[in-house]
């Protein structure tokens, strides 16, 4: 039985309930700044890294950030793209 989010309208954005308790290696296809609209229709500014082979983006916190500087070597976002990176469901 799928996780009963799953059942609600789709989002653009890739949660953990979208990984089915697997890690997955997926591959940055290029970062943009994003807006976000939370509970209540605060929104908030954060990078939104689009991945290669899905619809679905990843909204990157300040830590995601310092990662993938810390993989990449580079803090300019245009250098993450082509970044293979492992999600895994986490809380």
């Known amino acids: 039985m799928p996780d ?3 059942l609600f309208d ?3 954005y890739l949660f953990a309930y979208d990984l089915d308790g697997r890690d997955v290696v997926v591959t940055i296809d290029h970062v943009e700044a994003g807006v ?6 605060k929104t908030t500014k954060k990078p939104v890294a689009f991945l290669v082979g899905t619809p ?5 916190n300040k830590t995601n950030c310092k990662t993938l500087v810390a993989l990449t070597g580079s803090r300019n976002t245009d250098d993450w793209a082509g970044a293979a990176i492992t999600i895994y469901p986490t809380t």
Do not use: F, Q, V
């Open 4 to 6: 009963y989010k799953k």
């Open 10 to 12: 789709p989002s653009d």
């Open 36 to 41: 976000l609209t939370g509970t209540g229709g």
């Open 56 to 60: 679905k983006r990843l909204a990157l």
